[in-house]
C-alpha cells in the first residue's frame, strides 16, 4: 500500500490570512475548517497546502521553502508584485544579482522563491513547481519509497522525487543540514489510500520513527532525518 495525497501543512498564527496570501499567489480557493484552519487543495500535479493554528514561533530559516514557476520575465515581476500587494515582502539570504530567482517571505515569514523563466529543472511542474527541503541522500531514498514516486534526480547528494503525473517536485539539497531548532512549522503529511496503522507499520520499517499521536487521530512521525509528519485518519 502506498500513502494517498500528498499535502504540505504549514503552522500559523493566523492560518485564514497566511492561506488567502497563498491563494491570491496560485490562484486557488481557500476551503476553511471548524478548528480554524484552512485548506487549498491539490490536484493530481500540484501538492495541497494546509494552514493549522499554532503559537509556535518561527526560529531561524524553515527547512522547506516554495519555489513558484514563471513563464516570463514580465511573469516573474507580476508574481512578486502579487506578493507584495498581499503582504509578503523581499527577503536577504545571500542571493547574488547575476542569480534569476527572487526571494521572497510570505506575511509569517516563511520563505519563497519566484524562479525565473527558462528553468530546465523546473519545466512543466506547474506554478507550485518545488518543495526545496534541507535534507540528505537518505532522506530522499526514504520519501521515494514512501510516496511510490520515482527520484527524478540523484546526484552530489542532492535527490528529487515526483510523481508519476508530473507536476510538483519535492527535492532535498544534501549534507550539510543546518542544526534543527524545535519542531518544525512545516511538514509533508500523508493520507493513506488505506488502513492507518498498516501504512504507520511500512513507513516505520522503511526507517520512520513513531512521535506519538497528534490532533483528530493523525499519527506522528519523524523520517530519517527527524523530520516529523503525520499520516491522517481515514
Do not use: Y
Amino acid at each position: 500500500m502506498l500513502s494517498g495525497p500528498l499535502t504540505l501543512t504549514l503552522d500559523a498564527r493566523n492560518p485564514a490570512r497566511l492561506a488567502r496570501f497563498w491563494a491570491g499567489l496560485l490562484h486557488r480557493e481557500v476551503v476553511e475548517d471548524a478548528t480554524g484552519g484552512a485548506l487549498l487543495p491539490g490536484t493530481t500535479t500540484q501538492l495541497g497546502l494546509r494552514f493549522v493554528p499554532s503559537p509556535t514561533e518561527k526560529r531561524g530559516p524553515n527547512r522547506m521553502h516554495l519555489h513558484l514557476t514563471s513563464t516570463s520575465p514580465d511573469d516573474q515581476r507580476r508574481q512578486v508584485a502579487t506578493a507584495l500587494d498581499l503582504g509578503g515582502s523581499h527577503l536577504d539570504v545571500g542571493q547574488r544579482p547575476e542569480e534569476g530567482h527572487i526571494v521572497l517571505a510570505d506575511p509569517e515569514g516563511n520563505e519563497f522563491c519566484v524562479i525565473e523563466a527558462g528553468n530546465g529543472f523546473l519545466a512543466g511542474c506547474g506554478p507550485l513547481g518545488e518543495i526545496a527541503c534541507d535534507g540528505t541522500r537518505e532522506v530522499g531514498l526514504f520519501w521515494s519509497e514512501a510516496l511510490g514516486w520515482p527520484l527524478v534526480w540523484d546526484q552530489d547528494q542532492e535527490t528529487a522525487v515526483q510523481s508519476p503525473h508530473g507536476g510538483t517536485k519535492v527535492a532535498w539539497g544534501g549534507p550539510p543540514l543546518a542544526p534543527k531548532q524545535g519542531r518544525n512549522r512545516q511538514r509533508l503529511d500523508l493520507a493513506p489510500a488505506g488502513d492507518q496503522q498498516a501504512e504507520v507499520d511500512r513507513l516505520v520499517a522503511l526507517g520512520a520513527t513513531r512521535l506519538g499521536i497528534g490532533a483528530d487521530d493523525e499519527i506522528v512521525l519523524a523520517d530519517p532525518d527527524g523530520n516529523e509528519f503525520c499520516v491522517t485518519a481515514s
